[in-house]
C-alpha cells in the first residue's frame, strides 16, 4: 500500500471558512446518509482551529459537532483534530489525523486524508464541483493507496443547518 503524504505546505488562514463536503469515505461518527454536510473553520482565541461540522442526519434533524484541531509540525498540513468536550481533550490517544493531501492554488478544492488510509474527504467551497475535478482527486487519492469502493458521494440540496436550527432542535 502506498504512503500517504500530505501537500508541503498550507496556509492555515486561506484554509479556513466553509467548506462543502463533495464525496467521503465512511465513518462511524458520520451518518452514511447526511445531506448538505459543511465544515467551518475559524482560529479560536487559543489560536488552535475551530471545526464546526454540520448536516442533515438520515431523519432530515440538523446536527453539528464542534472539535479543535491543532497543526504538527510547520507545514501545517497536518493536523490533529479532536472532537471530545474541550474538558476532555487532555486525554492522550484522542484525537485523529486530519493531513490535507492535495489542494488547488485558489483554495477552492481539496483532498483531505489520514496516514491509515481509513479516512477521506473531498471538499470544496461550493456545494458541487466538476466531474472532472472530482475525478483528478479522487485519482490521487487511488495514487496514495486509497479504497475507494464504498465512497459516498455526498448530497446537497441548498440547505445549510444554521445556529438558529440547531438551538431549536
Keep these: 500500500m502506498s504512503d500517504v503524504k500530505a501537500i508541503s505546505s498550507l496556509d492555515l488562514n486561506r484554509y479556513l471558512g466553509r467548506w462543502y463536503e463533495i464525496a467521503r469515505l465512511p465513518i462511524k461518527y458520520e451518518d452514511e446518509h447526511a445531506s448538505d454536510v459543511t465544515a467551518n473553520y475559524s482560529i479560536n482565541p487559543n489560536g488552535k482551529v475551530r471545526v464546526d461540522n454540520r448536516c442533515f442526519d438520515e431523519h432530515d434533524k440538523p446536527t453539528n459537532a464542534v472539535g479543535e484541531a491543532d497543526p504538527v509540525d510547520g507545514t501545517k498540513a497536518k493536523l ?53 475535478s472530482l475525478d483528478d482527486y479522487l485519482a490521487e487519492a487511488r495514487r496514495q493507496g486509497f479504497d475507494l469502493q464504498a465512497l459516498i458521494r455526498t448530497p446537497h440540496t441548498g440547505r445549510e443547518v444554521s445556529d438558529t436550527m440547531l438551538e431549536s432542535g
Excluded at 106 to 113: E, K
Design 80 to 132: 490533529k483534530v479532536s472532537f471530545l468536550p474541550a474538558a476532555l481533550r487532555w486525554i492522550p490517544f484522542t484525537d485523529g489525523d486530519y493531513w490535507v493531501l492535495k489542494i488547488d492554488p485558489d483554495y477552492q478544492t481539496a483532498l483531505v486524508g489520514t496516514p491509515d488510509h481509513k479516512f477521506l474527504w473531498v471538499l470544496a467551497r461550493e456545494s458541487s464541483i466538476s466531474e472532472s
